[in-house]
């Protein structure tokens, strides 16, 4: 075990100025916290955390990372809380080990693989700072290390096959070719240890029979560049690592033996001038092989790396593959993003830096940045920070904008689960639709065949999809109601008239209206923008306007007032007999809402729709959620529901609106006039009603009528 004045030596070897108090701090918080823990290798557990700070020393990270290393299992795995860091760590730290506690507890969640490209993003994304990925990385690599001391070979498997291609790929994503290379080679032991066996075995026979060659060839470039005065620069023989070899053999198709390139050479210059000077020394000296030319050096690959790559028939006339770059490149291809940091810390006068694209902005900033919390801000990793990234039930990744909610989720599994959704749960517990998704949330949509979309998720939902997909709905149903409307208004006109209303009547008049379906004219007279006297003229024939403007007011209809019973029945599902329930105010919650109980100490439940603002109030108490819904054939209960409308300021005009309600058997419990104009007035209607549709048809009986401007639903 690597010992404690080890790790600080180490750490002062490269940053003089270390805290070198609150790394043994940190070192001792760590010890005390796991104890007597054992890991699966039978050494104390307290080893693994300071083996993980041990291999960040090697990409010179600074102090805070190294703490955040010593200290990464503490929250997750002893009684250690993230107060109890920030007590003694203070906040920057408390931070850096939230995130790797929250990257940890996903592991083994990327089951599904070929989703690894948005599980890699989600750990990205949650990431937030370069340290924490880096700290998560070293953390893989020693367990790693240790895979072999796990009993289950199932367990290892999938571990490895995690660390290929989660944990590899990030490593590459961010540069680090050196870490990517370990961990691939550690789970290509664990994955296809004969393959491994045998790539390994005949690698050390070609090494053996090749030496002499290779001796060969390295001191004839190293003439070459000597005479062209290219004196200080470096040439290595480096073999390909096994995996990278496997891997080749798999996606090529092709034999160990026509593996040429099993050996590379490597020229490291001084400069970029150099690279290209070394390289037509190269080029000149011997015969190219065509196409096999690269220049990252003006072109870097995405992830910073720059070089220059060439194959030439060298001495003794056999392949030889060339790779020409900068020691600066080599180190950045070697250790990537955390070598461009190391490099800020120590290397002040570093140009060539701003060649390193990946992080050429964020280098920028960090030039003009002069105190260390703006330092700081430019370590966060600014990628996909307008995502969040979910799971699914079954542990299927999806991406979204930020800000979308359950409902763009369930319009993004499925339309049909989108417009039957009814509720949610996040990471198990029931929440409102309204919730903005956080990465990592696992997300179950709840659904119910007889539920439709609601108008008002459009003022929430971000997503194209769901935003169209609600359109689409609210537009088709409203649409449908709107005919239906007209069909019972056209039915009573004509009968009034004394005729038998029939659609084939109406179809020979279609162009009269200007209109190509017949449904297409009874929607318009069911919104009340074609009047049904116009249509019973046009149809039956001239006959006078008849003094029946109101024609629905003027069948008499007695105003029926319907006792409200003393006591409301239950009818809910879901709750505990014998709680008190009671109704939202705010949204006023009727049969065929989607609602959502919330506990009140010593008031029982109140029940409210999932759409009202209300319960943001309660987003942090989640356990005061329940899960309820509205029983069945529930028949004679009466709730209240809230209209505003706008009425035209003219005589008989709220006698209009209240014959209407009371004809469609709606009780007005209170009616308010909340705005009064030259033109109009605006009312607040409360109407108690059986359900939803009870209060909808109520709604588009108002709508039809022409004295009402608009008509909605009021909730609070
Ligand atoms: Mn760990």
Same mark, same amino acid.
């Given at each position: 075990m690597i010992r404690q004045h080890d790790l600080v030596e180490k750490v002062k070897s490269y940053d003089p100025d270390a805290d070198e108090d609150a790394i043994n701090r940190a070192y001792e918080f760590a010890l005390k916290a796991h104890g007597a823990q054992k890991r699966a290798s039978g050494d104390p557990y307290f080893s693994h955390p300071v083996e993980v700070a041990y291999k960040l020393t090697r990409y010179k990270l600074d102090v805070a990372s190294i703490i955040t290393a010593l200290l990464h299992d503490t929250v997750e795995d002893t009684e250690v809380t993230l107060d109890d860091v920030e007590a003694n760590f203070g906040k920057e730290i408390r931070t850096l080990v939230d995130g790797v506690t929250k990257l940890s507890r996903l592991e083994g969640k990327s089951e599904n693989l070929n989703q690894a490209e948005n599980f890699r993003k989600l750990l990205i994304a949650m990431s937030e700072d370069l340290r924490v990925l880096l700290v998560k990385l070293a953390d893989r690599l020693h367990n790693m290390e240790t895979l072999n001391f796990i009993k289950s070979p199932e367990k290892r498997q999938r571990i490895a096959r995690e660390t290929v291609e989660i944990y590899a790929a990030l490593a590459e994503r961010i540069g680090m070719r050196g870490l990517k290379d370990e961990l691939q080679d550690l789970a290509f032991a664990e994955l296809y240890p004969e393959a491994r066996e045998s790539i390994v075995k005949r690698l050390d026979f070609l090494r053996k029979e090749g030496q002499a060659e290779l001796d060969k060839t390295l001191s004839s470039i190293r003439r070459k560049l000597d005479e062209a005065g290219l004196k200080t620069v470096e040439i290595h023989g480096r073999e390909k690592r096994p995996f990278s070899i496997w891997k080749k053999m798999e996606n090529k198709n092709i034999e160990f033996e026509q593996l040429s390139d099993i050996i590379a050479f490597r020229i490291v210059t001084d400069t970029v001038a150099e690279c290209y000077q070394a390289l037509g020394v190269i080029h000149a000296e011997w015969h190219t092989i065509p196409g096999r030319f690269k220049d990252y050096i003006s072109t870097p690959k995405s992830n910073g790396y720059q070089s220059l790559h060439t194959a030439v028939l060298g001495p003794g006339q056999q392949r030889v593959e060339i790779q020409i770059r900068t020691h600066e490149m080599d180190e950045i291809a070697e250790y990537g993003l955390a070598a461009h940091w190391a490099y800020k810390q120590t290397h002040k006068n570093m140009k060539d830096g701003k060649q390193f694209r990946w992080l050429r902005e964020l280098l920028e900033i960090l030039e003009k940045s002069s105190n260390p919390e703006e330092f700081l801000e430019n370590t966060k990793l600014e990628m996909y920070h307008d995502q969040v990234f979910c799971f699914s039930p079954k542990g299927d990744i999806l991406a979204f904008p930020r800000g979308a909610t359950p409902v763009d989720f369930a319009y993004a599994v499925h339309s049909g689960v989108g417009d039957t959704c009814v509720g949610a749960k996040i990471n198990g517990r029931i929440v409102p639709l309204r919730t903005k998704l956080k990465n990592g949330d696992q997300v179950e949509i709840i659904t119910s065949k007889?539920?439709?979309?609601?108008?008002?998720?459009?003022?929430?939902?971000?997503?194209?999809?769901?935003?169209?997909?609600?359109?689409?709905?609210?537009?088709?149903?409203?649409?449908?109601?709107?005919?239906?409307?007209?069909?019972?208004?056209?039915?009573?006109?004509?009968?009034?008239?004394?005729?038998?209303?029939?659609?084939?009547?109406?179809?020979?008049?279609?162009?009269?209206?200007?209109?190509?379906?017949?449904?297409?004219?009874?929607?318009?007279?069911?919104?009340?923008?074609?009047?049904?006297?116009?249509?019973?003229?046009?149809?039956?024939?001239?006959?006078?306007?008849?003094?029946?403007?109101?024609? $629905?007011?003027? $069948?008499?209809?007695?105003?029926?007032?319907?006792?409200?019973?003393?006591?409301?029945?239950?009818?809910?599902?879901? $709750?505990?007999?014998?709680?008190?329930?009671?109704?939202?105010?705010?949204?006023?919650?009727?049969?065929?809402?989607?609602?959502?109980?919330?506990?009140?100490?010593?008031?029982?439940?109140?029940?409210?729709?999932?759409?009202?603002?209300?319960?943001?109030?309660?987003?942090?108490?989640?356990?005061?959620?329940?899960?309820?819904?509205?029983?069945?054939?529930?028949?004679?209960?009466?709730?209240?529901?809230?209209?505003?409308?706008?009425?035209?300021?003219?005589?008989?005009?709220?006698? /209009?609106?209240?014959?209407?309600?009371?004809?469609?058997?709606?009780?007005?419990?209170?009616?308010?006039?909340?705005?009064?104009?030259?033109?109009?007035?605006?009312?607040?209607?409360?109407?108690?009603?059986?359900?939803?549709?009870?209060?909808?048809?109520?709604?588009?009986?108002?709508?039809?009528?022409?004295?009402?401007?608009?008509?909605?639903?009021?909730? /609070?």
């Open positions: 007889t539920q439709t979309p609601s108008p008002s998720w459009e003022r929430f939902v971000v997503t194209g999809k769901a935003k169209s997909e609600i359109r689409k709905y609210v537009r088709t149903s409203q649409r449908a109601e709107y005919i239906n409307l007209g069909r019972a208004v056209l039915v009573k006109t004509f009968k009034q008239e004394g005729h038998e209303f029939a659609e084939s009547m109406v179809e020979p008049h279609l162009p009269a209206f200007n209109k190509k379906t017949v449904d297409d004219l009874l929607a318009e007279v069911g919104e009340g923008l074609i009047s049904r006297q116009q249509v019973a003229d046009v149809v039956i024939g001239e006959k006078k306007p008849a003094a029946s403007p109101g024609l $629905l007011s003027s $069948l008499s209809n007695p105003f029926r007032k319907k006792k409200s019973g003393g006591h409301t029945p239950m009818p809910i599902k879901g $709750l505990i007999p014998g709680m008190a329930i009671h109704f939202g105010g705010c949204c006023h919650p009727i049969p065929g809402d989607r609602i959502v109980g919330i506990v009140t100490t010593g008031k029982g439940i109140t029940i409210h729709t999932m759409e009202c603002e209300t319960l943001e109030n309660y987003s942090d108490a989640p356990e005061r959620w329940i899960d309820v819904a509205w029983e069945h054939d529930q028949t004679d209960a009466r709730h209240i529901g809230r209209l505003r409308a706008q009425v035209s300021h003219e005589p008989a005009a709220l006698a /209009t609106v209240t014959n209407v309600i009371a004809k469609e058997m709606g009780n007005i419990n209170n009616l308010k006039i909340t705005n009064r104009s030259i033109d109009f007035f605006e009312i607040l209607i409360d109407v108690e009603v059986r359900d939803l549709k009870h209060l909808n048809n109520i709604i588009a009986n108002l709508r039809a009528k022409e004295v009402v401007q608009s008509v909605e639903r009021y909730q /609070t």
